[in-house]
């Protein structure tokens, strides 16, 4: 897969300024709501015309502003799962499908057979979408898309507006489904957890413009910016001073800190996920005394919200560790220190 995108389009009261290049077969765009990842899609799927620059799937030249290509969205081979899956209300699932055939009208209900029986719709040709339940939406919204043999396939936040076991449902067959589809595959999400899961490369956008591009686990691990590592779920960080090729002093946790990379001149910050902090009875290098400011009690996990007198007043370090059943209020063995692994500091700018 290649896709590289370079476009900026405004609107009354929004800027979107987009660029990345990506030559893996699953990526994602990771933001939050009305960050520009949806209008993003839009444009490369040829929905929306940007005000200028270039897209390209492929090799393939999609729209070019200087050069006055703007192929029509039939032309780009590109299928696209909305948000909400839209299909149309008043057409039965043999005719949702049927809207997204591209050949021969002599095939063309020989093609929709096909792919009523390969996505397992067999006995629902004439229902309603409203009589559908939501795995045979998506079903229904996947079959209209792929009988037109896209390139690249362009997913929409496909389960945001699901419960939890369906999400997980879904998930699951879209995992399956991915596993199966032989081209490329571009997703927008707001969700950290689907972002990890499905994209072997991200782009993460914030307000419009793109903050950082690369592979998801190293973006995870070493996000490199603040903005970037708060859109991957990361609550802990401190200003830092640096004391040393590998030593820092965290100026809001007031503690100094022995990293495992060398820290980079333009870095100011340091951070760390709460799940990789340890809990230990004994001081030592990297420790911090554990006194708990606030508990909070989520369903699998116990999560602390640590305050120490070294601390600037407004700070607090996340400490989340799993849950051994539902009658487990707290955590049963509390430490005396909290360990923050070398390997696991972040360095940001």
């Known amino acids: 897969m290649s896709i590289y995108v370079n476009i900026e389009k405004k609107f009354k009261g929004f800027s979107l300024k987009v660029k990345f290049n990506t030559e893996s077969a699953s990526t994602g765009i990771l933001g939050a709501s009305g960050s520009g990842k949806s209008m993003t899609l839009r444009c490369i799927a040829g929905i929306e015309t940007p005000d200028r620059g270039e897209i390209l799937v492929n090799g393939k030249t999609l ?31 043999y005719e949702n499908i049927g809207c997204g055939f591209r050949g021969e009208k002599e095939f063309r209900d020989e093609k929709i057979r096909d792919f009523i029986d390969r996505y397992h ?9 409203s009589q559908l339940s939501g795995g045979q939406q998506q079903r229904v919204a996947l079959a209209r898309m792929m009988i037109g043999e896209p390139e690249v396939i362009l997913l929409d936040e496909p389960f945001s507006a699901l419960d939890g076991f369906l999400k997980d449902v879904l998930q699951r067959d879209m995992q399956d489904f991915l596993q199966e589809y032989q081209g490329d595959m571009l997703m927008v999400t707001h969700s950290r957890d689907e972002a990890f899961r499905f994209c072997h490369e991200l782009t993460l ?48 946790w007031g503690i100094s800190l022995r990293t495992e990379k060398e820290i980079p001149e333009e870095a100011s910050y340091v951070a760390i ?41 407004d700070t607090v370090l996340w400490w989340m560790c799993p849950r051994n059943s539902f009658r487990e209020t707290e955590k049963g063995k509390l430490p005396e220190y909290l360990y923050l692994p070398p390997e696991h500091l972040m360095l940001l700018k």
């Open 63 to 93: 729209f070019d502003s200087e050069k006055k290509i703007n192929l029509k969205p039939r032309e780009r081979h590109v299928g696209y799962l909305f948000q909400n899956y839209a299909l149309f209300p008043t057409m039965t699932v």
């Open 121 to 129: 719709l067999e006995g629902l040709e004439k229902h309603l979408p």
């Open 205 to 252: 956008l914030k307000e419009g413009k793109t903050l950082t591009s690369g592979k998801t686990r190293e973006l995870f691990e070493q996000p490199g910016l603040v903005e970037a590592a708060r859109l991957t779920g990361c609550k802990n960080f401190s200003r830092i001073e640096k004391l040393g090729p590998r030593y820092l002093f965290a100026l809001d």
């Open 273 to 313: 996920r709460g799940h990789w902090i340890q809990g230990r009875d004994a001081d030592g290098e990297n420790c911090i005394p554990f006194q708990p400011a606030e508990y909070v009690e989520n369903t699998f996990e116990h999560q602390y919200l640590v305050q120490t007198p070294g601390m600037d007043k």
